[in-house]
């Protein structure tokens, strides 16, 4: 076993390809653990993650099975995860369920509802209707094999570094206020770990450049999405997307509205007033509420210094140099 978090597992408790309690255990002594924002994290396989989802990734990660057919939604934590999950459920569903009708799915589930994250009892046959929208915020080196090896499509949306950093610490303090009363941690802290790559599912930048490089090898399979850009060319980016998934808007679509309306049905304006998402809670313990904050593009600069702001830029420009991905 590695001390490096590269999370090598023996294959011991491997007769229903779950990892026994104990190895897990033992796995975990040997990995690094640093104080997170909720919980410890412990780097496994390079990124960060809290110890309680462990198990849960190292049995994915043997017994999933992909299908041709899945689409695979994946994203760094806040960068607009909820919303990638509504537009993708309500434009592959759209004949099924067309977006203005009364009983739309999405008016009365939240979308992590509708679209599930990648969890070990996905595997389980119909579960999930075909086919199949299923989102996680894995790594791209730590995806499961079956993933890797099967022509699913994958979809990444990436968000700037400082956004995605104000909305991860938003979060993080209400789920902490939620639970037991814990104080809040404080933005500067939490700053610190950020920028020196202790983010869950981070380093950051890691995440992003994996996805990056994997929709520069095979564009046909990844796409690569900006929030910024969603929210500026909302159109011109969905209907790209609809082609990428095979399912490419009809000029009779295009004459009656469809990509409109499918814009406006997974809107921040609309989703985060809906009875359902004011009120509802997910079964692992989240408000739907605390998914939508503003969900605006540059609210960072509300909250951090322009000092911080510099170094978090400097930072980013450093990791990701050489690659032509920018914020
Ligand atoms: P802010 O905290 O900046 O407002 P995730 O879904 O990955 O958890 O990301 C949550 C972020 O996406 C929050 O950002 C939230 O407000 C924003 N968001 C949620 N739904 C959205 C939507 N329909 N359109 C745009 N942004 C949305």
């Known amino acids: 076993m590695s001390s490096s978090g590269s999370g090598q597992l023996s ?17 975990m002594s040997s990995l690094p653990v640093e104080k997170g924002w909720v919980d410890r994290l412990c780097q496994f396989q390079g990124f960060w993650i809290s110890p309680r989802k462990l198990r849960d990734v190292l049995t994915c990660q043997r017994r999933f099975q992909a299908q041709h057919t899945d689409v695979l939604l994946v994203t760094n934590p806040k960068s607009g995860t909820t919303w990638l999950k509504a537009i993708v459920f309500a434009l592959m569903n759209r004949f099924r369920y067309p977006f203005a009708d009364d009983n739309h799915p999405l008016l009365s589930h939240n979308p992590h509802v509708l679209v599930p994250f990648l969890r070990a009892e996905l595997h389980v046959d119909g579960q999930v209707p075909s086919p199949r929208i299923i ?3 894995l ?11 099967s022509p699913c499509k994958l979809v990444y949306l990436c968000r700037n570094p400082s956004d995605t950093f104000v909305s991860l610490w938003h979060f993080t303090n209400k789920i902490r206020s939620n639970g037991s ?3 809040a941690v404080s933005l500067e802290e939490s700053f610190d770990q950020f920028i020196g790559g202790v983010s869950v599912y981070g380093p950051y930048w890691d995440h992003v450049l994996g996805y990056w490089k994997a929709s520069l090898e095979s564009p046909e399979r990844v796409s690569f999405l900006k929030y910024e850009g969603l929210k500026e060319q909302p159109k011109v980016q969905v209907s790209k997307l609809a082609e990428f998934l095979g399912r490419p808007f009809s000029s009779e679509e295009e004459a009656n509205g469809a990509l409109d309306g499918i814009l406006k049905l997974c809107s921040f304006e609309n989703l985060s007033n809906l009875e359902v998402n004011k009120t509802g809670t997910l079964a692992s313990g989240e ?39 920018k914020f």
């Open 181 to 183: 009363g814990t104080e």
């Open 287 to 325: 408000d739907f509420n605390n998914f939508f904050r503003r969900g605006e593009v540059g609210d960072a600069k509300n909250h951090l210094s322009p000092h911080m702001m510099e170094k978090l830029n400097q930072v980013i420009q450093e990791k990701l140099y050489g690659y032509g991905l």
């Open 11 to 27: 294959d011991e408790s491997d007769s229903n390809m779950q990892p026994a309690e104990d190895d897990c255990e033992r796995l």
């Open 135 to 137: 989102a996680t915020h």
């Open 139 to 149: 790594p791209h080196h730590s995806l499961p094999d079956s993933v890797k090896d």
